[in-house]
């Protein structure tokens, strides 16, 4: 097993492998291990998901800001933007006032990256939606559940290095060739986790999304519909109710933005710069559906969006990653005028294309609750460029198959805690992923693993940033490097390289460990050094799955490429880069694209245009070809 935190609970399952290891004289110990083991594991803490209230859903978020102080912001579209609530006094009572609040939740490492600080104002950004549509009854607890295991992630992972020391997190090599370093006991939050089938590389991969991105949630976006267990809010389809491809005819205008659910992700989306988001539905045969969604582009007319191709691979790993169990069938995916049916006024659309398909975009004018300013529906070039895909759990809007957190991130179909639950979890947690491209140095050496480089709720460069290489004493004349790298499908190459920390000082290599490098400093102070094997692979995700893969279990889910560096004569210290390019056909637009444009999204741009770059609101996204 590849966690080195043995527990009995969490190893019943694998302790019959520990048998056959064993020679004859350990037999006996080894069964009552395994009986151990067994007589354990109907005690274990997995969960079984149940659907939660909205009175639930509430008292959570109000505990988990109390909880989780340095990693949670909470506010309601009331306290942030002044909407009133929809509802009245009978509705959603655990509320202070009338009607039903809309909560909004922000996941967010504030002790490394600081509001308002440049690294905050870069994070890649996410969004997720739990209900919509009021009676769709999976969405909140999905979501929900992402966020407590992010937290608890991020949280557990801090804790085991929060009291150590910065030489406790760097690593030195002595003459012996051994590495050296303080070990951390065993965990109780380590267990808890891995009781959910979730070791310590996924545990680290969880914390990583936290410290690494902004996910904005909103759970029940439609909160008086979910509270009521209706469709629409007060009568009117929240999901009809944005200003994108709707009717043309005069009265348009007062048709969109009537409902406070379309009001609140209006306001969200105008206050981030969103690459990624999922809104779940249900309803509808078990489908992720993408661009187009909308009358204008419908099949017919054989149109598909400008950034088809990175769509259509990204809803293929939501369905691989998705999976299935018993008689379910993995998540069906394609554009939502072929698998669903188009909608004026969908929010799928608008959230992809308001900011730049402007002939479709049309201001709203609503005269429900007071109204609604026109330029809130005014919209630069900038805030809505983001793949928000549509999840249709099930043709059931209130399934029962909700799955447990056993075994969570195991997608395969004999996986006891598989279900509609356990699936979107997987999905929302795919999306903070590939938000953005990574790369981690994994390995030096053959018996040198190093821990986590991101570290939760910490100083910005703990972590495995700085090898130090003393030539007089260590019996190395080369370091090999291994390195894995995430966010991405398609590897079309990596580089690795090094340099004399004293020949650096002034570069952003050497700063504060937030900002990467750009490709011409590299080239300008770096040494490049050699690649052991091939130069190009694939992501996790992918269809192929990782590779090259891990030769060595336990030290990354990811592909593992290595690198030779052959060590200077008198340098103390390395500084040592991995980089990668990545995704680099989604720059292509298909040749039925419509409109006739290229792609058009934050996420297809950021990772293959280094020209692109957009502010709003004091977000920044910009483009750059090497991670």
Not at 532 to 537: A, D, R
Not at 564 to 573: A, F, H, L, Q, W
Request: aromatic content about 10%; overall charge negative.
């Amino acid at each position: 097993p590849r966690t080195p935190y043995p527990s009995c609970v969490p190893f019943s399952m694998i302790s019959c492998r520990w048998t056959t290891r064993l020679t004859a004289p350990f037999h006996l110990f080894a069964w009552v291990i395994l009986l151990c083991c067994q007589l354990q594991t109907v005690e274990s803490n997995n969960k079984a998901y149940k659907l939660y209230s909205s009175s639930e859903i509430y008292v959570m978020l109000d505990e988990w800001e109390t909880k989780y102080p340095n990693l949670v912001r909470l506010t309601t579209a009331q306290e942030a933007y002044g909407l009133p609530t929809a509802g009245s006094s009978d509705d959603c009572p655990f509320y202070e006032g009338n009607g039903c609040p809309n909560a909004i939740l922000t996941i967010q490492d504030y002790v490394k990256h600081p509001e308002g600080s440049k690294s905050s104002n870069a994070l890649p950004e996410v969004f997720l939606s739990g209900s919509v549509h009021g009676n769709e009854r999976v969405g909140p607890t999905a979501v929900m559940e992402t966020a407590l295991l992010l937290l608890e992630a991020a949280t557990c992972e801090s804790s085991l290095h929060v009291s150590s020391t910065r030489s406790s997190s760097s690593y030195s090599y002595s003459s012996t060739g051994k590495q050296k370093r303080t070990h951390h006991s065993r965990s109780t939050c380590r267990t808890k986790l891995a009781e959910s089938g979730i070791d310590h590389v996924q545990q680290r991969w969880l914390a990583r999304l936290v410290s690494t991105r902004r996910i904005v949630i909103v759970p029940t976006a439609n909160a008086l519909g979910y509270y009521q267990d209706e469709r629409t809010e007060d009568g009117i389809d929240p999901n009809r109710d944005f200003p994108y491809d709707l009717p043309n005819d005069p009265s348009s205008s007062s048709s969109c933005m009537q409902t406070i659910a379309s009001r609140t992700l209006n306001e969200v989306f105008r206050e981030h710069l969103f690459q990624m988001a999922l809104t779940i539905h249900a309803g509808h045969d078990p489908v992720v559906a993408y661009n187009w969604g909308s009358p204008t582009w419908y099949e017919d007319d054989g149109y598909v969006s400008p950034d088809d191709l990175a769509q259509h691979q990204i809803a293929a790993a939501y369905s691989k990653y998705g999976g299935t169990w018993a008689d379910t069938i993995p998540y069906e995916y394609g554009p939502m005028n072929d698998l669903v049916y188009f909608v004026e006024g969908g929010m799928e659309d608008w959230a992809y294309a308001g900011s730049w398909d402007k002939e479709r975009v049309k201001p709203c004018e609503p005269t429900t609750f007071g109204g609604y300013p026109l330029e809130k529906t005014v919209y630069n070039n900038s805030t809505l460029r983001a793949f928000n895909m549509l999840v249709e759990t099930s043709l059931d809007k209130n399934p029962p198959s909700l799955g447990s957190s056993e075994d969570l991130l195991n997608q395969d179909e004999y996986s006891d805690g598989n279900g509609h639950v356990s699936r979107n979890i997987r999905l929302s947690l795919l999306a903070a992923d590939l938000v953005e491209p990574y790369v981690s140095i994994v390995q030096v050496n053959d018996d040198n693993i190093l821990p986590h480089d991101v570290i939760p709720l910490s100083s910005n460069c703990d972590g495995a940033m700085i090898v130090a290489v003393n030539a007089s004493e260590t019996l190395w004349n080369t370091l090999d490097v291994a390195f894995s790298v995430g966010g991405a499908l398609s590897i079309d190459n990596v580089e690795l390289w090094f340099a004399s920390k004293e020949d650096i000082a002034s570069t952003a290599a050497n700063s504060d460990c937030l900002e990467q490098p750009t490709f011409s400093e590299l080239q300008s102070s770096f040494t490049q050094a050699s690649i052991l094997g091939t130069t190009s692979g694939t992501g996790r995700f992918s269809s192929n799955g990782a590779s090259p893969a891990s030769e060595t279990g336990g030290i990354t889910d990811g592909p593992v490429f290595w690198g030779t560096i052959d060590i200077p004569n008198g340098v103390s210290e390395l500084i040592v880069v991995a980089s990668a390019r990545v995704d680099q056909d989604w720059k292509n637009a298909p040749d039925n694209a419509g409109p006739d444009v290229q792609p058009q999204s934050h996420m297809a741009n950021v990772r293959t245009n280094p020209n692109w770059r957009h502010e709003s609101e004091g977000k920044v996204v910009q483009g750059r070809l090497d991670w």
